[in-house]
């Protein structure tokens, strides 16, 4: 079994930057599939941004999110720059030994408690 925990949320203005972390216990995730995904108040869970030896973006997370993996700390990443109030959310990190289709939350068998991301404009 894997746990995943998130941590980083917080409030920002737009504009700013936050940095999320997502621990992994149980076993090593390094050859696993791991994907940011949020969750706004009343809308369904969406990909953000994915991760297995290539890193995978939404267009709306290109240019302005980037996403990593420290294999030696069994932790991933993503970093948060130039926030929107549209990117505000719960923001889960998951994992899977196989992905088929990255943006389908059901694809991913592991997933975190969340963490809460609030921009103001």
């Known amino acids: 079994q894997v746990q995943l925990a998130e941590s980083g949320g917080g409030q920002v203005q737009a504009g700013g930057s936050l940095r999320l972390s997502c621990a992994a216990s149980?076993?090593?995730?390094?050859?696993?599939?791991m994907g940011w995904f949020r969750q706004a108040p009343g809308r369904e869970r969406e990909f953000v941004a994915g991760?297995?030896?290539?890193?995978y973006y939404t267009d709306s997370a290109k240019g302005r999110f980037s996403i990593s993996r420290d294999n030696a700390k069994n932790t991933m990443y993503l970093q948060m720059n130039s926030l929107k109030p549209e990117d505000t959310g719960v923001y889960y990190c998951?994992?899977?030994?196989?992905?088929?289709?990255?943006?389908?939350?059901?694809?991913?068998?592991?997933w975190g408690q969340g963490t809460q991301v609030t921009v103001s404009s």
């Open positions: 991760i297995h030896y290539e890193p």
């Open positions: 998951a994992a899977s030994p196989s992905v088929r289709r990255w943006a389908t939350p059901g694809e991913f068998e592991y």
């Open positions: 149980g076993r090593t995730v390094n050859d696993d599939y």
